[in-house]
């Protein structure tokens, strides 16, 4: 059964960055199947937000508080990767992997492939 892999997440504080990476297991998909894939994020409370998408050819979309601080590229053996700079409290939260067939925006409804998420939490 394939599964989406997240890693890098942490404790950092304000200002500092992370590198969170993605990787597909399993034998029933590769990263060459999936048209898009992205990162999606869940603070307390909240619900879960669109932060950053891309496609094996080098599309991307990102949220607006992602803009200018938020880097996403795609690979072979780490599918996906989302590198963070200048970090807030704001961005605490759970980040998730999707991956779908056929969008790298924002809906979430587009992916029907999930990670268990990986913690990220920013303290001032």
């Known amino acids: 059964q394939a599964q989406l892999v997240e890693s890098g997440g942490g404790s950092v504080q304000a200002g500092g960055s992370l590198r969170l990476s993605c990787r597909i297991t399993g034998l029933t998909f590769s990263v060459y199947d999936m048209y898009g894939m992205a990162w999606f994020r869940q603070a307390p409370g909240k619900e879960r937000e669109f932060v950053a998408g891309?496609?094996?050819?080098?599309?991307t979309s990102f949220a607006n508080s992602a803009k200018g601080r938020f880097t996403i590229s795609r690979g072979n053996d780490e599918a996906v990767a989302l590198k963070m700079i200048n970090l807030t409290p704001e961005d605490t939260a759970i980040y998730y992997c999707?991956?779908?067939?056929?969008?790298?925006?924002?809906?979430?409804?587009?992916?029907?492939?999930w990670g268990q998420g990986t913690q990220v939490t920013v303290f001032s």
């Open positions: 999707a991956a779908s067939q056929t969008d790298f925006g924002g809906d979430a409804d587009s992916y029907p492939f």
């Open positions: 891309a496609t094996l050819s080098g599309k």
